[in-house]
């Protein structure tokens, strides 16, 4: 956990832009269910961990939780929007320091990942904290991951400059999951809805796979070859499964009475 901020003049806008249409409205709505369904299973860490997504018709524009408030307690409106050199463009607040540093040189430096969530969620970070590979091919929930990860062995501190934002950045390479070693995972997604997708099914599989290495018996991996089909096989439709599990989840909110999405 950090709780440096962003000097107080990397704060002030600098620009004004058009930041009102249908699709960044809808992300800022996606975005902000993400958060609270993070906080409803548990994957928050205080006021911690952050989640960041590439603002629609803006490529060098991210949305980002502002510091000091919990994920049950983002909403659309409270989500700030920050370009890449440190300003707040949109928002009231200023993100935490290692949030700039780790989603600002992540989306600059790699295009592709349209939303990167970051957190110390229990299960996934203890596979972080066990010498050798993280994720083992163990079950099909795993499978969804396989060939998809990376592990930064290198635990170096906090993300306090752009070095270690790039560092990061370097790590993830063409993964869609990275194992941070002794610190927490980071997820990047083509998608809000496939980053999202995608952190919950990690978080299973390290459960799952806990429970396993718990039993003290001999784990039984996958052939390469079934998992190689399987993962094939599932990424088929992971793209409409993660809109659709997107869906449902805010549907479950809005149903519940959260307020995500004011």
Not at 35 to 43: D, I, P, T, V
Not at 185 to 200: H, N
Not at 225 to 245: F, I, N, P, T, W
Request: with cysteine; net charge negative.
């Amino acid at each position: 956990m950090a709780h440096t901020l962003l000097s107080p003049e990397s704060v002030t806008p600098t620009r004004r832009v058009a930041l009102d249409s249908d699709a960044i409205n809808e992300a800022r709505v996606e975005l902000a269910a993400c958060f609270q369904l993070a906080a409803q299973y548990g994957f928050e860490e205080g006021v911690c961990n952050h989640f960041s997504a590439v603002v629609p018709g803006h490529d060098d524009l991210f949305f980002v939780n502002p510091y000091g408030y919990a994920f049950s307690e983002i909403t659309a409106s409270r989500l700030l929007i920050c370009d890449f050199d440190g300003h707040v463009v949109d928002g009231e607040g200023k993100p935490e320091a290692t949030a700039f540093y780790i989603h600002a040189r992540l989306h600059r430096l790699m295009p592709r990942v349209k939303a990167a969530f970051h957190t110390h969620m229990p299960n996934a970070t203890a596979l972080c904290l066990l010498q050798g590979p993280p994720l083992l091919w163990l079950g099909q929930t795993a499978l969804k991951f396989y060939g998809r990860t990376a592990v930064d062995e290198h635990y170096n501190g906090l993300a306090l400059d752009v070095s270690e934002g790039d560092r990061i950045a370097q790590a993830i390479g063409d993964a869609d999951v990275l194992f941070l070693k002794n610190h927490g995972v980071m997820v990047a997604g083509a998608s809000i809805a496939e980053a999202w997708d995608d952190l919950y099914y990690l978080e299973r599989a390290a459960e799952v796979q806990l429970k396993a290495m718990s039993s003290n018996r001999p784990l039984k991996p996958v052939p390469h070859d079934v998992a190689q089909r399987a993962y094939e096989q599932m990424r088929l439709g992971d793209k409409e499964s993660a809109r659709a599990h997107l869906d449902s989840a805010m549907r479950e909110l809005r149903r519940r009475g959260i307020p995500f999405d004011k």
